[in-house]
């Protein structure tokens, strides 16, 4: 059986995504041979070699080449996060992956609705890749994607270049559709024949609660992922837990069951 | 010549002295994929209770320096379905099998350990009176040493196994407390459990745990450890299971040094899923490097 221990990974890319400076994108070079990577996978990475911060950060794979780099999208949030900032090319970075669970692959004749939010982007956008590369048609996947302002809106060429349509939301209205994208979506929605679309959704807790609520009310179903802080990203410290909907009195773990739940399993 | 890393606890055998602490390994099928679990010298699982427990409402994990706080309250499977679902699994390994129970009157631990006993597929029981995370957890028995008698005498008299105590460092005396369990019939004491420790969110001025306090682990904690470990080795003579931030190698040496003869890697699990596999190389590294025939000759061997 193949160990998913941890690895150290030369960084061949940290660059930035926007003018800012508080996006970026990180190319790492696996070191040795994993198991194979699906869009929903995500890494554990040790962002400084001392006791600061104590745990690994969790971040979903964004893409992964033919050269088996994968790349990651972050955000500047905190300790952790500036640290990876620093990163340079020909660095070394501690990682275990791929880890969890993925995204399950819907049938072709489904219209599927991808609704990223914020840095919720980085597994949607290496989906609908991944969908378009399994020949899903290009008409059938449409993306969402919302952010704050224009500025959060992070890789749109990359996603216009998909050639998929593509619905921009900000809360501002400084770019796209201005509102929620939970809005976007449910201007959409006559469009669409419920039992015959699927939703996937990653991004903040409150937008995946809307969105998770706007697909139960129309009997759709679909996936999200979810994120948490992960002390340990391999379901034995029982701490990045999430209340089961389906289920009173217990809980899912999101590091193990998860990151990907389907729609109505989680209560948000 | 390859060193001797082998060591024995109540006629129990361990290829090497290091095992996992309870609740940083889940049910042991997690790390499968992750490290060669035969390659332990021992196992102990997530605490056991008669019935099964979600635990406490999140947060319950928070990351602190050097370390974390958890009070996760004895989330598990209940004894039932870990029979059912976790003991076949556990059972083919090569490894020495060590099965936490935590209960809340003394009922409830001589019935988990009866149920065990019926079912076999183990080596030895860890009793963990020592939670500081739950309401009645057991902590009553680790904080006054004729509750450990009465408790360890009671489940010895149900099960052949060999029972450690696994002592809480929130007592005025361990040692007291580590005497009694010697005297209740303990084949062993493992300690540390967690301190109690608390963190506050100064934003929204609330504790950074849903249960108010947690248990501290984690480097942070390893002198603490060092120095209870130290003291309990002198006043007792039953083996002693070392725990409390080992996270390396050189970790694992300054245990045995103050007398620990086994030992238990906990959150360090949690950081880096294989430091049990390098603890184990290091030691063998640092017994060659030092002419040491056996671990055994490493115990208690501070120079004071």
Known sequence: ?????????????????????????????????????????????????????????????????????????????????????????????????????????????????????????????????????KKHPADKILFFYGGRTKD???????????????YPCTDDGSFGFHGLITEAIEANLSKLECDKTSI??????????????????????????????????????????K?????????????????????????? | MKPNLEIEIAGV????????????????????????????GGIVTKSITRKERPGHPPPRTHETSAG??????????????????????LKKLKTVIIVNVAGSSLDEYVEVCRMLEKAGGFDMIELNVSCPNVDRGG????????????????????????????????????????????????AAVSLINTLVGMAVDIETRKPCLTNGTGGLSGPAIKPVAIAMVHKVYKEINIPIIGIGGISDWRDAVEFHLVGALGLQVGTANFIQPDATMHIIKGLQTYLSGHNIESINDLVGKVRM
């Open chain 1, 1 to 133: 059986m193949k160990k998913t221990i941890p690895q150290i990974c030369r960084v061949i890319n940290n660059r930035r995504l926007d003018t800012k400076g508080s996006y970026y994108e990180l190319t790492l070079e696996l070191g040795h041979k994993t198991k194979k990577i699906f869009p929903g996978h995500f890494v554990h990475i040790k962002t400084g070699a001392g006791l600061d911060p104590f745990f690994r950060r969790a971040f979903s794979i964004a893409g992964v080449d033919s050269e088996n780099r994968i790349s990651i999208i972050y955000k500047i949030v905190g300790k952790g996060t500036a640290l990876l900032g620093q990163l340079q090319k020909d660095d070394t970075v501690d990682i275990i992956g791929p880890l969890g669970n993925f995204f399950s692959v819907p049938d072709k004749k489904q219209t599927v609705v991808i609704a990223a939010g914020g840095v919720g982007l980085p597994p949607l956008l290496y989906f609908a890749e991944y969908l378009l590369s």
């Open chain 1, 152 to 166: 959060d809106l992070l890789k749109r060429k990359e996603i216009k270049k998909l050639g998929i349509p593509f």
């Open chain 1, 200 to 241: 996937y959704g990653c991004g903040p807790e409150p937008m995946l609660a809307a969105l998770q609520r706007l697909a139960m009310d129309h009997s759709l179903n679909g996936e999200i992922s979810l994120e948490a802080p992960m002390p340990c990203g391999v379901g034995v410290c029982l701490g990045c837990i």
């Open chain 1, 243 to 268: 209340p089961r909907l389906d289920k009173p009195n217990s809980y899912v773990r999101v590091c193990y069951e998860g990151p990907v739940f389907k729609i109505g399993e989680v209560k948000l």
């Open chain 2, 13 to 40: 055998r361990f290829k090497n002295p290091v095992t996992v602490a309870s609740g940083t390994f889940g049910y042991a099928e997690e790390f499968e994929h992750l490290i060669d679990l035969d390659a332990l």
């Open chain 2, 68 to 89: 974390m706080l958890n009070a996760i309250g004895l989330a598990n499977v209940g004894i039932e379905r870990f029979i059912d679902e976790k003991i076949p699994f």
């Open chain 2, 139 to 186: 902590m009553e028995f680790g904080t006054d040493p004729d509750a450990m008698i009465k408790v360890i005498a009671a489940v010895r008299d149900v099960t052949t196994r060999p029972v450690i105590a696994k002592l809480s460092p929130n007592v005025t005396s361990i040692a007291t407390i580590a005497k009694a369990a010697q005297q209740g019939g303990a």
